[in-house]
């Protein structure tokens, strides 16, 4: 059978952070689909946003056009960390820097942000932030990101998928206009079985008992409890296994994915 080519754009969970230490490959959800005959790229850094990943695509595809078969968005909804235009400066102006450590994290490159993103433990206090966290404004910002992430990663691949990890639920209203926002700008390219995020399903539905069982088994403990997540909150090899034997693999072959 054939190769075919497989980009992961992620987070700190598709990094596979985990208690400051990373878990590497072949323990990674990603790393499974080498058995459906993919080679696997992973894009990811540790406390992104949805803006950062679609800048630092963007001009990964300027730089460096590809094309693969499939991409998979391990993204970010409406959370609790937001960027902030703040300039991150850097001597070699070469914009490789911006994209080059999401996959290749050596530590003699320069890396490169056009912002950062706001520690939400740290501007709690801070007005702009009560005042945009949470709000229409960001729910607007954060789902139109989104889209033109998937429409710019459509350009540069056969199928492309997108699901969440995110754990915020908000107030209903506010709730109900991110789930409809997220639906109506990325519906298309969501896993079904996910949404509206991994962390918020399994409390939300009861129309496929087994499923949602299995991202309770997942989720539901807190991490100081649990023996799929460390106490960072991030998944360790248990999870990330169970992460994709029981909810990312049956659902992208539901999806014809795989």
């Known amino acids: 059978m054939d190769e075919k080519t497989a980009l992961i754009i992620g987070t700190s969970h598709s990094y596979a952070s985990c208690e400051g230490n990373r878990i590497n490959h072949p323990n990674r959800w990603q790393d499974n689909l080498e058995k459906h005959s993919y080679k696997v790229t992973t894009f990811s850094r540790p406390g992104c946003t949805a803006e950062h990943q679609l800048d630092a695509f963007y001009h990964y595809m300027l730089d460096s056009p590809s094309y693969w078969d499939l991409i998979i968005i391990e993204g970010r909804d409406a959370e609790a960390s937001v960027s902030y ?89 506010i709730q109900n206009k991110s789930e409809q926002l997220q639906n109506m700008l990325i519906g298309e390219y969501c896993i079904t079985d996910t949404l509206p995020a991994l962390q918020q399903t399994f409390s939300n539905d009861k129309d496929q008992p087994q499923l949602y069982k299995n991202l309770a088994r997942i989720f539901d403990k807190t991490p100081s409890e649990s023996d799929t997540r460390c106490e960072c909150g991030h998944l360790n090899k248990v999870g990330h296994k169970m992460l994709w034997d029981l909810i990312l693999e049956p659902a992208l072959i539901k999806e014809n994915v795989l």
């Open 85 to 173: 235009p703040t300039y991150i400066p850097t001597k070699n102006q070469d914009t490789k820097n911006i994209w080059n450590h999401w996959i290749h994290d050596e530590g003699d490159r320069i890396k490169k942000f056009n912002f950062t993103n706001e520690n939400h433990e740290i501007s709690l206090t801070t007005k702009w932030y009560k005042e945009y966290q949470g709000s229409h404004l960001h729910l607007v910002n954060t789902w139109a990101t989104n889209s033109a992430l998937c429409t710019l990663a459509s350009k540069y691949a056969t199928i492309v998928k997108w699901f969440t990890f995110g754990a915020i639920t908000y107030p209903n209203d």
